[in-house]
Nanobody, 124 residues
Framework: QVHLAESGGGLVQAGDSLRLSCRFS????????MAWFRQAPGKEREFVAI????????EYADSVKGRFTISRDNTKNTMYLQMNILKPEDTALYSC?????????????????WGQGTQVTVSS
């Protein structure tokens, strides 16, 4: 069993930055790939970014490439999402997930464990 807990969300203005954190715990929690997904009101959950267990491989959704950076520190049992140049369309509930490997772009059903999410709201 893996437990995930997100933090760092908030209300910011367009162009600002935020850093989300996802603290993970549990058996072999540091051995799984981890990802960020987001869901805006009235929309389906969408993939944001994913990182391998050791941080060596990462992938991003086209909509966040060049603005967001995913990272992890297994010594601190924490994964991060640095979000820069935020846009109103980035407004969503951001959730972290952990799971096995992936091929291509992870679908919204990827992940064996999920956190509760942290709200990010970007005003124009």
């Amino acid at each position: 069993q893996v437990h995930l807990a997100e933090s760092g969300g908030g209300l910011v203005q367009a162009g600002d930055s935020l850093r989300l954190s996802c603290r993970f715990s549990g058996h072999n929690a540091g051995s799984y790939a981890m990802a960020w997904f987001r869901q805006a009101p009235g929309k389906e959950r969408e993939f944001v970014a994913i990182i391998s267990w050791n941080g060596g491989i990462s992938e991003y959704a086209d909509s966040v490439k060049g603005r967001f950076t995913i990272s992890r520190d297994n010594t601190k049992n924490t994964m991060y999402l640095q979000m820069n140049i935020l846009k109103p369309e980035d407004t969503a509930l951001y959730s972290c997930a952990s799971g096995g490997g992936w091929h291509g772009i992870p679908t919204p059903s990827w992940g064996d464990y999920w956190g509760q999410g942290t709200q990010v709201t970007v005003s124009s």
